[in-house]
Protein backbone atom coordinates (compact mmCIF):
# COMPACT_ATOMS: atom_id res chain seq x y z
CA UNK A 1 0.00 0.00 0.00
CA UNK A 2 1.57 2.96 -0.79
CA UNK A 3 0.38 6.32 1.99
CA UNK A 4 -0.30 9.41 0.10
CA UNK A 5 -1.93 7.85 -2.92
CA UNK A 6 0.28 7.10 -5.91
CA UNK A 7 -0.78 3.69 -6.64
CA UNK A 8 -3.08 5.02 -9.74
CA UNK A 9 -1.36 7.47 -10.93
CA UNK A 10 -2.81 6.71 -14.94
CA UNK A 11 -6.51 5.74 -15.24
CA UNK A 12 -8.06 4.57 -18.26
CA UNK A 13 -11.97 4.92 -18.65
CA UNK A 14 -13.56 3.62 -21.94
CA UNK A 15 -16.49 5.13 -22.00
CA UNK A 16 -19.68 3.97 -24.82
CA UNK A 17 -20.44 7.37 -25.63
CA UNK A 18 -24.41 6.06 -26.37
CA UNK A 19 -24.88 3.98 -22.99
CA UNK A 20 -25.59 7.10 -20.85
CA UNK A 21 -26.90 5.05 -17.88
CA UNK A 22 -23.63 2.88 -18.61
CA UNK A 23 -21.50 5.70 -17.79
CA UNK A 24 -23.79 6.66 -15.00
CA UNK A 25 -23.19 4.03 -12.87
CA UNK A 26 -19.15 4.05 -13.67
CA UNK A 27 -18.77 8.05 -12.70
CA UNK A 28 -18.98 7.97 -8.83
CA UNK A 29 -16.04 5.28 -8.91
CA UNK A 30 -14.24 7.67 -11.32
CA UNK A 31 -14.32 10.87 -9.21
CA UNK A 32 -13.38 9.08 -5.72
CA UNK A 33 -10.88 7.35 -7.24
CA UNK A 34 -9.24 10.35 -8.71
CA UNK A 35 -9.56 12.39 -5.85
CA UNK A 36 -7.80 9.73 -3.51
CA UNK A 37 -5.35 9.30 -5.43
CA UNK A 38 -4.61 12.45 -7.76
CA UNK A 39 -5.06 10.49 -11.20
CA UNK A 40 -4.73 11.43 -14.34
CA UNK A 41 -8.30 10.34 -16.04
CA UNK A 42 -7.99 9.45 -19.72
CA UNK A 43 -11.07 9.09 -21.23
CA UNK A 44 -11.70 6.87 -24.59
CA UNK A 45 -14.57 6.58 -26.65
CA UNK A 46 -14.31 4.00 -29.57
CA UNK A 47 -16.11 4.50 -32.56
CA UNK A 48 -16.92 0.71 -33.91
CA UNK A 49 -15.33 0.25 -37.61
CA UNK A 50 -18.22 -1.31 -39.56
CA UNK A 51 -18.50 -1.82 -42.92
CA UNK A 52 -19.75 1.81 -44.39
CA UNK A 53 -20.32 0.53 -47.44
CA UNK A 54 -24.41 0.31 -48.84
CA UNK A 55 -25.73 3.21 -47.38
CA UNK A 56 -28.10 5.52 -49.49
CA UNK A 57 -26.99 8.83 -47.86
CA UNK A 58 -25.19 9.88 -50.78
CA UNK A 59 -22.17 10.47 -48.26
CA UNK A 60 -18.54 9.31 -48.77
CA UNK A 61 -17.06 7.03 -46.12
CA UNK A 62 -14.47 10.45 -44.93
CA UNK A 63 -18.15 12.40 -44.72
CA UNK A 64 -19.56 9.44 -42.21
CA UNK A 65 -17.01 9.63 -40.46
CA UNK A 66 -16.26 13.05 -39.59
CA UNK A 67 -20.19 13.24 -38.76
CA UNK A 68 -19.53 9.86 -36.34
CA UNK A 69 -16.31 11.40 -34.60
CA UNK A 70 -18.08 15.10 -34.18
CA UNK A 71 -20.82 13.62 -32.71
CA UNK A 72 -18.96 11.41 -30.11
CA UNK A 73 -16.69 13.88 -29.48
CA UNK A 74 -19.26 16.29 -28.76
CA UNK A 75 -21.34 13.74 -26.90
CA UNK A 76 -17.91 12.54 -25.02
CA UNK A 77 -16.94 16.63 -24.25
CA UNK A 78 -20.86 16.58 -22.72
CA UNK A 79 -19.64 13.08 -20.56
CA UNK A 80 -16.77 14.98 -19.30
CA UNK A 81 -18.37 17.93 -18.15
CA UNK A 82 -20.43 15.79 -15.71
CA UNK A 83 -17.85 14.20 -14.30
CA UNK A 84 -16.06 16.81 -11.00
CA UNK A 85 -12.61 16.47 -11.95
CA UNK A 86 -10.02 19.25 -12.35
CA UNK A 87 -9.72 20.42 -16.08
CA UNK A 88 -5.88 19.41 -16.74
CA UNK A 89 -6.25 15.85 -15.28
CA UNK A 90 -8.32 14.73 -17.53
CA UNK A 91 -7.12 13.60 -21.23
CA UNK A 92 -9.61 12.40 -23.93
CA UNK A 93 -9.22 10.61 -26.92
CA UNK A 94 -11.54 9.30 -29.95
CA UNK A 95 -10.85 6.59 -32.24
CA UNK A 96 -11.77 4.23 -34.47
CA UNK A 97 -11.61 0.55 -34.17
CA UNK A 98 -12.63 -2.78 -32.50
CA UNK A 99 -13.78 -1.04 -28.84
CA UNK A 100 -11.58 -3.96 -27.04
CA UNK A 101 -8.44 -3.84 -28.90
CA UNK A 102 -8.20 0.06 -28.69
CA UNK A 103 -9.10 -0.07 -24.95
CA UNK A 104 -5.85 -2.86 -24.35
CA UNK A 105 -4.04 -0.58 -27.15
CA UNK A 106 -4.68 2.59 -25.20
CA UNK A 107 -4.04 0.88 -21.64
CA UNK A 108 -0.60 -0.05 -22.49
CA UNK A 109 0.06 3.77 -24.81
CA UNK A 110 -0.17 5.51 -21.18
CA UNK A 111 1.05 2.51 -18.68
CA UNK A 112 -2.31 2.92 -17.32
CA UNK A 113 -2.41 1.01 -13.54
CA UNK A 114 -6.07 0.96 -13.55
CA UNK A 115 -9.01 0.35 -16.47
CA UNK A 116 -12.70 1.54 -14.86
CA UNK A 117 -15.36 0.11 -16.92
CA UNK A 118 -19.14 -0.85 -16.58
CA UNK A 119 -20.07 -4.17 -16.77
CA UNK A 120 -22.72 -4.47 -19.41
CA UNK A 121 -25.71 -2.67 -20.55
CA UNK A 122 -28.35 -2.52 -17.42
CA UNK A 123 -30.92 -2.85 -20.19
CA UNK A 124 -29.60 -6.39 -21.30
CA UNK A 125 -29.75 -9.20 -18.01
CA UNK A 126 -28.71 -11.98 -19.50
CA UNK A 127 -24.78 -11.69 -19.09
CA UNK A 128 -23.22 -10.09 -16.19
CA UNK A 129 -20.34 -8.99 -18.10
CA UNK A 130 -20.45 -7.71 -21.88
CA UNK A 131 -18.17 -8.90 -24.96
CA UNK A 132 -16.19 -5.81 -24.33
CA UNK A 133 -16.06 -5.91 -20.57
CA UNK A 134 -15.00 -9.63 -20.70
CA UNK A 135 -12.15 -9.06 -23.26
CA UNK A 136 -10.47 -6.15 -21.34
CA UNK A 137 -10.54 -8.65 -18.19
CA UNK A 138 -9.24 -11.33 -19.83
CA UNK A 139 -6.49 -9.64 -21.90
CA UNK A 140 -5.64 -6.49 -20.04
CA UNK A 141 -2.09 -6.52 -18.38
CA UNK A 142 -3.64 -3.76 -15.39
CA UNK A 143 -5.54 -4.13 -12.87
CA UNK A 144 -9.88 -3.67 -14.02
CA UNK A 145 -12.11 -2.59 -12.22
CA UNK A 146 -15.58 -3.74 -13.37
CA UNK A 147 -18.80 -1.39 -12.14
CA UNK A 148 -21.94 -3.37 -11.33
P1 LIG B 1 -22.64 -4.49 -23.57
O1 LIG B 1 -22.26 -5.60 -24.53
O2 LIG B 1 -23.75 -4.82 -22.62
O3 LIG B 1 -22.81 -3.14 -24.27
P2 LIG B 1 -19.91 -3.90 -23.17
O4 LIG B 1 -18.97 -4.96 -22.74
O5 LIG B 1 -19.91 -3.49 -24.61
O6 LIG B 1 -21.35 -4.30 -22.68
O7 LIG B 1 -19.66 -2.56 -22.36
C1 LIG B 1 -19.09 -2.56 -21.10
C2 LIG B 1 -18.08 -1.45 -20.96
O8 LIG B 1 -17.14 -1.52 -22.01
C3 LIG B 1 -18.64 -0.02 -21.06
O9 LIG B 1 -19.10 0.43 -19.80
C4 LIG B 1 -17.42 0.76 -21.49
O10 LIG B 1 -16.58 1.02 -20.38
C5 LIG B 1 -16.73 -0.22 -22.39
N1 LIG B 1 -17.09 0.02 -23.79
C6 LIG B 1 -17.99 -0.64 -24.55
N2 LIG B 1 -18.08 -0.15 -25.79
C7 LIG B 1 -17.21 0.88 -25.83
C8 LIG B 1 -16.81 1.85 -26.85
N3 LIG B 1 -17.36 1.83 -28.07
N4 LIG B 1 -15.89 2.77 -26.51
C9 LIG B 1 -15.33 2.81 -25.30
N5 LIG B 1 -15.66 1.94 -24.32
C10 LIG B 1 -16.58 1.01 -24.57
Not at 41 to 66: C, N, Q, R, W
Not at 68 to 95: C, N, Q
Amino acid sequence: MNIGGTMYKNILVPIDVWEKELTDMVTPHVESLAKLEDARIHFLAVIPAFPYGGFESGLSVADLEKRLIDSTKKELGEIIRKFSLPEDRADRYIVIGRPKDKILERAEAISADLIIIGSRRPSISTYLLGSTAAAVVRYAKTSVLVVR
